[in-house]
T-cell receptor
Framework: DAGVTQSPTHLIKTRGQHVTLRCSPISGHKSVSWYQQVLGQGPQFIFQYYEKEERGRGNFPDRFSARQFPNYSSELNVNALLLGDSALYLC??????????????FGPGTRLTVT | DAKTTQPPSMDCAEGRAANLPCNHSTISGNEYVYWYRQIHSQGPQYIIHGLKNNETNEMASLIITEDRKSSTLILPHATLRDTAVYYCIVRVGGAQKLVFGQGTRLTINP
């Protein structure tokens, strides 16, 4: 079975530009979460979407936004890029059923470099 | 902020058991202990999780103390491919947000 896929793999942008990152969850998973991992740090939670609605948001500015599509894939958008946005952006998907515990599966990430 | 404390780095000889400790002294009754690992610049990989009983799967064993304030991840026969950063995370059942700390950088030496 295919795991979580993300595109593109690598991306180079200039300060002030806008970027869109894409994620396809594992088949059957309806929850998608986004994380930012700056070099040398652990991943930091940005958003969680479930059934196309935002269910959680981390401490990130409004320049960061996301959405989830009817097929449960997701996009992360970042506007007005800053040098500090350079990071590995990770997507994770999970099956959800009530309050039961299901692990999250991470994709390989998109490496964003802002110059 | 992460609710766990881990040593920043550890070394282990190939073929030996690697024991990675984690302190989570403020853990709540409804929080699970999760372990993930991240091999260089790849996405984190789920290893194992538990609530209060010891758990074992094909990758590792998880030992949780009776008071649940600490736990140990055991890789029984470490190989070079186990070299990675290991993250210990506490998470409320059903919650999706994972709070990562700095993790433990485990190096397996030949």
């Amino acid at each position: 079975d295919a795991g979580v896929t993300q595109s593109p793999t690598h991306l180079i942008k200039t300060r002030g530009q806008h970027v869109t990152l894409r994620c396809s969850p594992i088949s059957g998973h309806k929850s998608v979460s986004w994380y930012q991992q700056v070099l040398g740090q652990g991943p930091q939670f940005i958003f969680q979407y479930y059934e196309k609605e935002e269910r959680g948001r981390g401490n990130f500015p409004d320049r960061f936004s996301a959405r989830q599509f009817p097929n449960y894939s997701s996009e992360l958008n970042v506007n007005a890029l800053l040098l500090g946005d350079s990071a590995l952006y990770l997507c994770a998907s999970s099956f959800i059923s009530g309050t039961a515990n299901y692990e999250q599966y991470f994709g390989p990430g998109t490496r964003l470099t802002v110059t | 902020d992460a609710k766990t404390t881990q040593p920043p780095s550890m070394d282990c000889a190939e073929g030996r058991a690697a024991n990675l400790p984690c302190n989570h002294s403020t853990i709540s009754g409804n929080e699970y202990v999760y372990w993930y690992r991240q091999i260089h610049s790849q996405g984190p990989q789920y290893i194992i999780h538990g609530l209060k009983n010891n758990e074992t799967n094909e990758m590792a064993s998880l030992i949780i103390t009776e008071d649940r304030k600490s736990s140990t991840l055991i890789l029984p026969h470490a190989t070079l491919r186990d070299t990675a950063v290991y993250y210990c995370i506490v998470r409320v059942g059903g919650a999706q947000k994972l709070v990562f700390g700095q993790g433990t950088r485990l190096t397996i030496n030949p």
